[in-house]
């Protein structure tokens, strides 16, 4: 596929629109015959366009062995704003993919760690998609999930479905409980002790707030996972997608065209130096 069509706009037809939560809804789009969702590499992220209004980049929430293109989107400005309000028949824009995405073949042969926080879960279902349809490739999947409250966990309605799968395991925390929940109270590092994590054969997908990545990082590498098998995804201020603009560079790497996904150890000199 040329750059030239990697950057021209494809039409999305909204096809459903599920509230996760609510401020956060997921976009089911059909680019019709010219595009499919095996054109977009888990980690990747597309800028969505609300005709006449202005462009967002979301990461992609859809696995490549899906038939239509999934993203998940907050409510927090004018464009998403928009976005959130569609209905089933409206159209927007859809340029993209962009960037680097999870290097999903080095988890051959190791136990996967999917660790996410909030709105970084999106970006991370594309791998665990795909791992659980090829269960004996890996040693196992574990997914570390928290949100603030359990009304903000997302994809609720695919927990009994990654549970199941054949190697998988779920383990869910959020910041505050209420009345009616009986799970994990705590950080999502209050996770790492009870899933069963191998740090010798274990490789680690992590995405969430940039504090979030610190302490499980930090966590991880006390563990004895290796620095070069923990990957994690950044999304700072991401706007043109080009790294024109300058507004997500971090030191000499701009995240839109240098990430959003990068090892650790390619960006640990740009962390807050407490305690990594």
């Not at 928290?146 to 959020?174: F, M």
């Not at 620095?227 to 024109?244: D, H, P, Q, V, Y």
Request: charged share 20%; with cysteine.
């Amino acid at each position: 596929m040329s750059r030239l069509a990697l950057h021209a706009f494809s039409r999305g037809t909204v096809r459903q629109v599920r509230r996760e939560t609510p401020d956060t809804f997921t976009l089911v789009l059909d680019l019709g015959e010219r595009r499919t969702p095996a054109d977009f590499m888990p980690g990747q992220f597309n800028m969505l366009y609300v005709f006449g209004v202005g462009e967002v980049p979301i990461s992609v929430a859809s696995s490549r062995r899906e038939k239509l293109l999934m993203h998940t989107v907050r409510s927090v400005g004018t464009v998403t704003s928009l976005l959130t309000k569609l209905s089933v028949g409206e159209s927007i824009g859809v340029r993209g993919p962009f960037g680097r995405g999870w290097p999903v073949a080095e988890a051959d042969g190791k136990q996967l760690l999917i660790i996410a926080g909030g709105l970084g879960l999106p970006p991370l279902r594309p791998v665990i998609e795909e791992a659980i349809a090829k269960p004996g490739r890996i040693a196992g999947v574990k997914i570390l999930y928290g949100a603030r409250t359990p009304d903000d966990l997302i994809y609720t309605h695919e927990y009994p479905t990654w549970q199941g799968a054949d190697g998988c395991d779920l383990h869910l925390t959020v910041d505050r409980g209420n009345g009616a929940w009986r799970g994990n109270v705590g950080v999502v590092t209050t996770l790492f002790p009870k899933a069963g994590i191998d740090p010798g054969n274990a490789i680690a997908f992590i995405c969430g707030p940039e504090l979030m990545l610190k302490f499980s990082i930090l966590e991880l590498l006390k563990m004895g996972v290796p620095a070069e098998k923990i990957f994690i995804s950044l999304e700072r201020n991401m706007s043109c997608a080009s790294g024109t603009c300058g507004h997500c560079q971090l030191g000499p790497l701009f995240i839109c065209r240098d990430g959003p996904v990068f090892s650790y150890p390619r960006v640990k000199d740009f962390f807050p130096k407490e305690g990594i």
